[in-house]
C-alpha cells in the first residue's frame, strides 16, 4: 500500500485569476478574425477563457489526461444505490481492458487514461498501471459518523494534487476528471445542498437506475445523515464529513490543475460538485472550468446554475468516469483552432462586414 504519511496541517494551494490585462487585446483578435463579430458564438468565449488562462494570443492543448479516481462508500450499507459495491472494481477491471466508456473516447480524442485507487474495498492488482493511493478500504458510513478523519482528508487533497503535478511535469496543460465509486451520487446531492441551499430533494437523483421507491429511500437515508451531523459546517468539515475518498482526491486535483494554471474539463454530477466544493475552499478555481455537459442525473442542471456554469454538451449522458468532459473536447479544440488558424481581415484583404 502506498505510504500514507501522517500529515496534520492543511493543504494550502495559492490560486489566482488570470491576469486580466490581456483581456482587450485578445478580444480585438478575436473580433478582428475573418467572420461576423460574435459568430462563432460559444466558441469565442472558449477561446477567451482559455488565452486568458494560458496568457496568450496563441494558445494550444497539450498532453490531454483524464484521471480517474475511485473509491467504495460507506454509506452503500444503508441501500442508496441500485448499483452493489463490487460494481467499483469490476468496473475498473474494465477500464484496464479498455472496454470501459470512457476508453474508447480517450482513444477517440487522444486522451492518456490514469487510474488511481484512493479508497477501493478490494485488491486490486496494481502490476497492471493502477496508480495506489488507497486511503482504506471506502469510507465510513456518514449516518453514524463522519466519513473521514481531517488527517484522510488532507492526505486525498495531497494524493490528488500529486497526481495532477505529475501531469503538469508530464507536459500536460488540460485535464479531466472522472470518478468510480459507487454511492458517490449520494456524497454529491449533500455536498451540493449545503453548498448552495438547494433544498436535498431536489438534489437527489435515480444515480445508476433506481425507481421512484429508491430515490425516496435514499433521499430518507441522506435526510437523516444531514439530521444526524454536528460539525461546524465549514466547508472543510461538510466535504470530509460526507466525502468520498475519489472525490475528495478530485477537489485536490481540480485545485491544484486551476494553481498549475491548467484547463480543467469538469465532467457530471459528481466532478461538477467536487468543482463546487473547490471553489468552496478557493473561489478562483473556477476561472480554469469548462464544463463539458449537462446530464441526466436530477441534480445536474442546478447544480451547474448554482456556479453560473454554461456546459457544452447536452446528450443525455450519466456515465461518469470523465465522459462527458472528454466528449466537449473537440468543441474545446475547435476554439484554439479558431485563434491559430484563422485569418483576420486586415491580413486577408477582407473588407470588415459588420
Not at 500529515?7 to 483578435?29: S, Y
Amino acid at each position: 500500500m502506498h505510504d500514507n504519511n501522517k500529515i496534520h496541517k492543511m493543504k494550502a494551494f495559492h490560486i489566482t485569476p488570470p491576469d486580466d490585462a490581456i483581456r482587450q487585446t485578445l478580444t480585438d483578435k478575436i473580433n478582428n478574425l475573418t467572420k461576423p463579430k460574435g459568430s462563432l458564438g460559444r466558441l469565442e468565449e472558449l477561446a477567451l477563457q482559455i488565452g486568458l488562462i494560458q496568457q496568450t494570443l496563441s494558445p494550444e492543448l497539450k498532453h490531454p489526461q483524464n484521471i480517474i479516481f475511485a473509491a467504495d462508500h460507506g454509506i452503500v450499507e444503508e441501500g442508496v444505490s441500485l448499483s452493489p459495491k463490487e460494481i467499483t472494481w469490476q468496473q475498473i477491471s474494465n477500464f484496464l481492458h479498455g472496454g470501459a466508456g470512457v476508453n474508447f473516447l480517450c482513444r477517440q480524442h487522444g486522451f492518456t487514461l490514469k487510474i488511481v485507487d484512493a479508497g477501493v474495498d478490494y485488491d486490486l492488482p496494481y502490476e497492471k498501471g493502477i496508480i495506489d493511493r488507497k486511503i482504506r478500504r471506502g469510507t465510513r458510513n456518514y449516518l453514524h459518523e463522519a466519513a473521514m478523519t481531517a488527517e484522510e482528508m488532507e492526505l486525498c487533497l495531497e494524493h490528488g494534487a500529486e497526481i495532477v503535478r505529475g501531469c503538469h511535469e508530464e507536459g500536460s496543460n488540460v485535464l479531466s476528471f472522472g470518478e468510480m465509486g459507487i454511492g458517490n451520487t449520494s456524497s454529491s446531492s449533500i455536498w451540493m445542498s449545503c453548498f448552495t441551499g438547494i433544498p436535498l430533494q431536489q438534489c437527489v437523483g435515480a444515480g445508476s437506475g433506481l425507481d421512484n421507491a429508491g430515490v425516496l429511500h435514499k433521499y430518507k437515508i441522506l435526510k437523516q445523515s444531514l439530521d444526524n451531523y454536528r460539525g461546524d459546517g465549514s466547508p472543510r468539515d461538510i466535504i470530509r464529513y460526507f466525502g468520498g475518498f475519489e472525490m475528495v482526491m478530485a477537489v485536490g486535483a481540480m485545485l491544484q490543475a486551476a494553481e498549475l494554471k491548467m484547463i480543467i474539463l469538469v465532467d457530471g454530477f459528481i466532478m461538477t460538485n467536487c468543482m463546487l466544493a473547490a471553489s468552496k475552499l478557493y473561489t478562483e478555481v473556477k476561472h480554469y472550468a469548462v464544463y463539458g455537459h449537462c446530464g441526466n442525473e436530477a441534480g445536474h442542471k442546478p447544480v451547474l446554475d448554482a456556479l453560473g456554469a454554461k456546459p457544452l454538451l447536452n446528450l443525455g449522458l450519466r456515465l461518469g468516469e470523465g465522459t462527458g468532459a472528454i466528449c466537449a473536447y473537440p468543441i474545446v479544440d475547435s476554439a484554439v483552432r479558431m485563434m491559430n488558424e484563422m485569418d483576420n481581415f486586415a491580413h486577408a484583404s477582407i473588407t470588415k462586414y459588420f
